[in-house]
């Protein structure tokens, strides 16, 4: 089997690594996994590259990241890998980083990870640095002497949360439910019409201008449980729910709590990565997976905010870290003050079907339910913050 392909992953997440990674295969053939990564020492780009590393065990990475430190911590975690000392600003590395890597063997899989933005407000997800890397990628993959390179990037199911923002309706209910298959014009709609989704949509249109790059969005929506990469393992709405439970002693929703996102646990978001990564390995053009039809979401059901908070709440009553398991309303001021755009991370709609990877990748979830993952929560939390009574 002959591998010829390019590939770039990116996730809306905060900090930068560029990494190069070669495998030797039992028949001797040699891949490449060239990556652009922000987010290697993050928490899904930390569990992307774990899924990675164990999918191509044979791997030597060299990767870019902040500090000394941070270097430090992900070659403990990862032995083989070779840091390098960097940031997103250099985008003429990144650039010659996702051309050059494809003509290094004559049978190769170059992979460009690039983790870009965070996973809160959109207005975060298109600043200057992120949207120059990701253009700096785009570059990259344009120059590729590869044939198909493909670029994946992971991005944020608040974009479906528009309607609950404009209208002020936090922890409001909002029937509309979309789906990624039979439902993808109305989605890509969305993408194109937001301006503030200026790097998803560089992805859009990159195929139109070079039909040769593939490319794919994943949208994760609450994602949570225990990441698997080398430093920040910890999610953001559910701890930060937990945390607020647990410092307040009682339970919080915003509004009436009716609001209601779609959920799935880190370790499905990055064998989905994995999934795409090994159809484009296989030079796969169907037209159903790649560019205007390659928008994903990823999801194992639903639960509304104020459920989430109930069970939050009781579990943590139950443990005697508070003692009243009581949940109160607050406003989308309060919970903004809670934690870092918590009115939209708690207070606003994104629902959706994951039918597009189901059918086509074979993709399903296999990680622990959210009701499953409360209770480890809700204990790591009173862990951290010391406030069993």
Request: hydrophobic share 35%; glycine share 6%; aromatic share 6%.
């Amino acid at each position: 089997m002959k591998f010829s392909t390019a590939i770039a992953i990116s996730c809306q997440i905060r900090r930068p690594f560029l990494s190069r990674i070669r495998q030797e295969s039992p028949a001797t053939l040699k891949y490449i996994f060239s990556s652009c990564v922000t987010g290697a020492t993050g928490y899904i780009g930390g569990d992307v590259l774990f899924a990675l590393t164990q999918t191509f065990r044979n791997s030597n990475i060299s990767a870019l990241v902040r500090s000394e430190s941070r270097a430090s911590q992900l070659t403990n975690k990862f032995p083989s890998v070779t840091p390098v000392i960097g940031d997103l600003d250099s985008t003429a590395k990144i650039t010659s980083e996702a051309s050059e890597a494809d003509v290094v063997l004559r049978k190769t899989l170059s992979l460009f990870v690039v983790v870009v933005g965070t996973l809160t407000k959109e207005k975060d997800l298109a600043s200057s640095n992120h949207l120059a890397s990701a253009t700096a990628i785009a570059q990259g993959l344009t120059e590729s002497k590869r044939e198909k390179p493909v670029w994946i990037q992971i991005s944020g199911a608040s974009l479906l949360s528009g309607p609950d923002i404009t209208a002020n309706t936090y922890g409001e209910p909002r029937s509309q439910e979309f789906n990624d298959l039979q439902g993808i014009s109305e989605i890509r709609s969305i993408i194109t019409s937001s301006p503030k989704r200026a790097v998803d949509n560089l992805l859009l249109k990159l195929s139109a201008t070079n039909p040769h790059v593939r490319t794919a969005i994943i949208y994760g929506p609450l994602i949570y449980g225990r990441g698997r990469g080398p430093v920040n393992q910890r999610s953001i709405q559910l701890p930060d729910l937990a945390k607020s439970t647990i410092q307040h002693g009682h339970g919080l929703q915003v509004g009436r709590g009716l609001s209601c996102w779609s959920n799935i646990h880190v370790s499905d978001i990055a064998q989905l990565v994995v999934k795409l990564t090994q159809e484009a390995s296989s030079n796969s053009q169907n037209p159903s997976i790649w560019n205007e039809n390659g928008i994903y979401f990823a999801e194992n059901g639903k639960m509304p905010f104020g459920e989430i908070s109930q069970r939050v709440a009781s579990f943590a009553a139950e443990q005697s870290f508070i003692k009243d398991p009581t949940v109160k309303s607050i406003d989308a001021d309060a919970a903004d003050k809670l934690t870092a755009h918590g009115a939209v991370l708690w207070g606003t709609n994104a629902q959706y079907t994951a039918a597009r990877a189901r059918k086509l990748l074979g993709w399903e979830p296999q990680g622990p339910s959210l009701e499953e993952e409360i209770p480890r929560a809700v204990k790591e939390e009173a862990s951290q913050s010391n406030s069993k009574l």
